[in-house]
C-alpha cells in the first residue's frame, strides 16, 4: 500500500485572515494584539478510483471559507472565565483591565483561549464537518501560523 501526501501552503495559497485577540492568562499576550494568520494543511492517505487522495480545489476553498469568517473579528473565548455576553456587547475582564466590544466585531470560538493551538483544532473540526471525506484519506494534519515561521499544528488520524 502506498500512502501519498499533499500539502497546501496557507500563505501561497491565499488561506489567510487578520484578526485580534487576547490570552488573559498569559502576560505578555494578555493585551489586545493581531497577527495575519494562514491556514496550512497535509492529507496523507491512497489515491482513489480517479488518482486522487483529495481534490485540492475543494479544499482549498473549504479552509477559504472558514478562514472568511475569522477574518477581521476580534476571536473571543466563548468559554473563558474573563468573557461576558451581555445583549450587544462582549465584555472582558481580568487584572484590573476591561475590554468591551460590539457582538458584531467578535467571532465567539467554543474554546476556553484562542491559542494558535486552539484555532488549529477549531479550524480542523470545522473542516471536517464541513467536508465528507472518502475512506481513502487517513490523516490530516492542520498548522496555524501567527505570522511567517510561528505556528502550531493538530493532527487527525481519520478511521
Known sequence: MMIYKLEIDGWKSNIRFSSAHILPEHEKCGVLHGHSYAIHANFYGEKDKTDLVIDFSNVKKSLREIADKLDHKVLISKKSKYVKIQDAEIIIEFLGKKYVFPKK???????????????????????????????????????????FGQGAWVEKIIG
Do not use: Q
Not at 483561549?113 to 484555532?119: D, G, I, Q, R, V
Open 105 to 147: 466585531d467578535c467571532m465567539l470560538l467554543p474554546l476556553t483561549n484562542t491559542t494558535a493551538e486552539n484555532l488549529a483544532d477549531f479550524i480542523l473540526s470545522e473542516f471536517i464537518k464541513k467536508n465528507s471525506l472518502s475512506k481513502n484519506v487517513k490523516r490530516i494534519e492542520l498548522g496555524v501560523d501567527e505570522g
